[in-house]
């Protein structure tokens, strides 16, 4: 198939790896990085530019597209596509823009949990219109308190309360100054759930769905897990507490009445679905929906999926997932992200990187932030790249991305040490 991947990021890079190992395929990725180029043809296109994409799709002979990152599909690039007399034929992954609102809108998507009897936390949701009343409601809340910006913030959208007063004066900032923008002109309002997270990822039609191996990512930027939360330091597959019995409770209690609502509500979803999980005590809630696979999450679940991506896209396209087997590779993979010096603050860009070449064995170096210049790679973002490995367990897995990762340099590089530190000592069950 001719395929074009939406992305530049290492999410991205792992899916077009997936597709370039497992399957025979013409893989172009718009705009790319470094590594996506030596996978496939690189195309300087930016994933907001629709009308580029979609001439594009036409001069190439495009058969299917499958976008990386959430903001073309919370923008609607389905619904420009499906209007289109030639590109409504393509086989697009991605859902409409009203089912995009799973993750653009906080709020959709709690109503959404609500009308189909889906665990999560207890919330309201506030505007400019009612402040005076959320100021009150968030004053004699229970500690700690979530707030979380209604739309699409980067990931900086959330934001955990110790005190009543901290709760007050961020939801002054949010709602009176906006201080994420047209994402926090809604403000939703969350109880806080104690316990341990991982996500879930599923190719679903709208109707039918395939599961994807599991994850656990880490977000904070500090070893044991402190500090400031970013786009993600690193993750691990499988989740060693995610047996069957919870998985099974996962299934039955979200899985199920998320896809079955989808169908209800006659929502146009063909794609992925991403489920943030926490498990309080044995019973699974979610904490939230993505309309697009996760980063890191992606860098440890695509080298674990032994079948072809590509292969169960098309399938969910076609409404043919009844006839896909999902086979995964049994070892454990851990990915460790190299990030630059000062993020998830201030940083430089344009830091060249040596140790690229470096003779990789069962491990897999995907690119994040990186672009080439004059024949050079260089730093190009705050996550920069990221080493996966394979392991019989954890600790083994992460001890094969660090060695990797001491032979690669760039100025200010930092990495978390300790990625799956929780499970050091544990064994997969047999």
Known sequence: MKILVLGSGGREHALVWNMSMRGQHELFIAPGNPGTAALGTNVNLGVNDFEGIGAFCKEKGIEMVVAGPEEPLVKGIWDFFKADSVLKDLLFIGPS????????????????????HIPT?????????????GKEYIGAHTLPVVLKADGLAAGKGVVICQTNEEAVAEFEAMIQESKFGEASRKVVVEEFLSGIEMSVFLVTDGKEYVLLPQAKDYKRIGEKDSGLNTGGMGAVSPVLFADAAFMQKVTDRIIRPTVNGLHKEGIAYTGFVFIGLIKVGDDPFVIEYNCRMGDPETEVVMPRLKTDLATICKAAAENKLSEIT????????????AVSGGYPGDYEKGYKITGLDQRMGDSILFHAGTKEQEGQVITNGGRVLCVTSFGDTVKAAVDQ??????????DDMYYRRDIGYEFFNEVRPT
């Not at 993750?103 to 959404?112: I, P, T, V």
């Open 401 to 410: 991305s660090k060695a990797l990762l001491k032979n690669i340099h760039f």
């Open 97 to 116: 823009q009203r089912g995009a609102q799973l993750e653009g809108s906080k709020a959709f998507a709690k109503a959404f949990m609500e009308r189909h």
């Open 326 to 337: 999902v086979e995964e590779d049994p070892r454990t993979a851990v990915t460790i992200m």
């Open 121 to 133: 936390a207890a919330y309201k949701e506030f505007t400019a219109a009612n402040f005076e009343e």
